[in-house]
């Protein structure tokens, strides 16, 4: 008898849609029937036996409908699980938490024979500190099975929120491929490069302006640079969101801002990665990132902060440069070193040492591993 899965990704588009596609897609489901229940906005190209029940979309809606949507939606997915009664369940993002863990204890009672998976992209949402703390640690009580991409997350959860260890399985995230047409891409690049100094390395912060993104931290580092290192050097800043307000004179010290209110296409996001010699990833806490993910992929170097999740490809060769600790100054003298090396030819990334890295994040393998949970 087939065993049926039921895929939720409340999230299914932009990024996810790319993990979703790319995860199922490297599965072998001749065993299994699957369906995604994802978003109305998912777009990704799925293999025939694989169905999608599109169901969300809270995210066309604003306010007190938003909630209201996603909701409705929720007990939708209810109606169908105690229907169909799957054997596993696969949740990869909560959005009311309160509600959602309510739903996980009603499915666990209702349901005794289906496993819940959970994975945790994020041990808590960003930003919020221990504010969901408490209703987090009862969601992770209550799943069957949580998948963490890093050992350090792991970690976490055992020490911080006593989860027992051998409920959660470490599987990678794995590269992120946007699968955008590399001429589209050129065209961006095109018009990108009107605005850069082609002459200069360029140093690249791209994505959501976050506080954990360590914004400040990079605007402060910058300006500490000496001025031989600015005319040798520009920072690029394309962004999603508002810069923190600062009395910085952005020509003076060759930063190019690119601001975004709300959208990046991803042929922009590529072209960013692709005109850069450095990204810079200055973060004061993460668990995994995709833009860390992405800029692998497109094999750049990178200048990190010492978190676990981001030094995690050091591990399989050098691909740049670490900071000893999270500041600005730290960030400015990683920034110096990255600049000497470069230019007096002084550091490469050997082919090695990205095959290694392609090895590790491979979605191949990272649904195999998935795959074996679903089994078990």
Known sequence: MKKTIFFIDP?????????????LNNMNFENAEVTLFGNILFDGILNKNIKTKL?????????IRKIISYLQTQIILFYN??????????????KVYQFDWLLLKTIAFFCR???????????LPHDTGKR???????????????????????????????INPDKIYVIPHGLLNHCVKQNDVNDKKQLIRKNLNNNLLTYLFVGKINNYKGIDILLEGWQLLPDEYKKRAQLVIAGLGKIPDTNINMEA??????????????EEFIGYIQLSDVVLLPYKKISQSGVLLTVLYEKKPIIVSPIEGLIEPFEFGNTGWIMKDISSIELKNSIMNSIDDLQNNKFTVTEETWNNIENYYSWKNISLATQKIYNQ
């Open 253 to 266: 010290n060759n930063i190019k801002l690119f601001a975004y209110e709300d959208f990046m296409s991803n």
């Open 132 to 162: 969901f703390y408490a209703i987090f640690k009862k969601i992770y009580n209550t799943v069957d099975v949580i998948i963490v991409h890093t050992k350090p997350t792991k970690k976490t959860l055992t020490s911080e929120f006593e």
């Open 81 to 94: 699980i105690l229907r169909y009664k799957p054997n596993v369940i696969h949740i990869q993002y909560v």
């Open 11 to 23: 999230n299914s588009y932009f990024n996810m849609r790319f993990y979703d596609e790319s995860l």
């Open 113 to 123: 024979g289906t496993k819940i998976v959970y994975t945790a992209h994020n041990i």
């Open 55 to 63: 169901i969300y979309s809270y995210n066309t809606k604003s306010g």
